[in-house]
């Protein structure tokens, strides 16, 4: 993406690979957790549904976030194919993971409401092909108790593990072939998600 493009791309806007019915997020686990997952196409019982889980829908923030599937309890990458509904419905009820003048009336308005909502919001620097901050941002959707639990059991259509191409596009960086590596990333493009005022999109 040349510099002109990126200076276009809204400061925050949900861009994710999706159809008209399902949006994909990705997630890093132990082999323990991300095999089986992927293996059976769902979240194995290990998988602890009353924790909160964070989902993101950049492939390479989630490069960021777990070194090229190379730290520790991060070694399998999933791509975790979700229902369109089910993601609405979590962004509608989320709140920012932290205060914004503007966005919430006051402090305490916002404390209130993070602690009754599902789901909460981080909007973080999206990340280039070489992991370097990008102008914008990209959504981390964090997701506990109802629905981490409707996340693992209702809205799952599918699981795969996307390790192999997480290290085939690090290995063509690695050895300077950026272009080639670029052509392999997952197609990701805005999100109709609607007016997210409340998540200060």
Not at 70 to 93: N, P
Not at 151 to 161: C, F, G, K, S
Request: hydrophobic share 40%; proline share 9%.
């Amino acid at each position: 993406m040349s510099e002109a493009t990126a200076d276009r791309v809204p400061r925050h806007q949900i861009r994710a690979s999706h159809t008209a019915d399902t949006v994909t997020v990705y997630q890093a686990y132990h082999p323990r957790i991300g095999v089986p997952a992927a293996r059976e196409g769902r979240f194995p019982p290990a998988w602890k549904r009353e924790r909160m889980t964070w989902v993101k829908p950049s492939f390479l923030w989630m490069m960021y976030r777990c070194g090229w599937a190379t730290k520790a309890d991060q070694e399998t990458v999933l791509a975790v194919e979700i229902t369109r509904a089910g993601f609405d419905r979590a962004l509608s009820g989320a709140c920012l993971s932290h205060y914004v003048p503007g966005v919430h009336a006051d402090r305490e308005a916002w404390t209130s409401a993070l602690r009754t909502a599902p789901a909460r919001v981080q909007w973080d620097p999206e990340r280039d092909l070489h992991l370097n901050p990008l102008p914008y941002r990209s959504l981390q959707l964090g997701l506990s108790g109802p629905a981490s639990r409707a996340y693992a059991d209702e809205w799952t259509v599918a699981i795969r593990d996307v390790t192999p191409l997480a290290r085939e596009v690090h290995g063509l960086l690695r050895s300077g072939a950026p272009e080639a590596a670029r052509a392999l990333l997952p197609v990701e493009t805005p999100y109709p998600a609607g007016p997210l005022e409340h998540l200060g999109a």
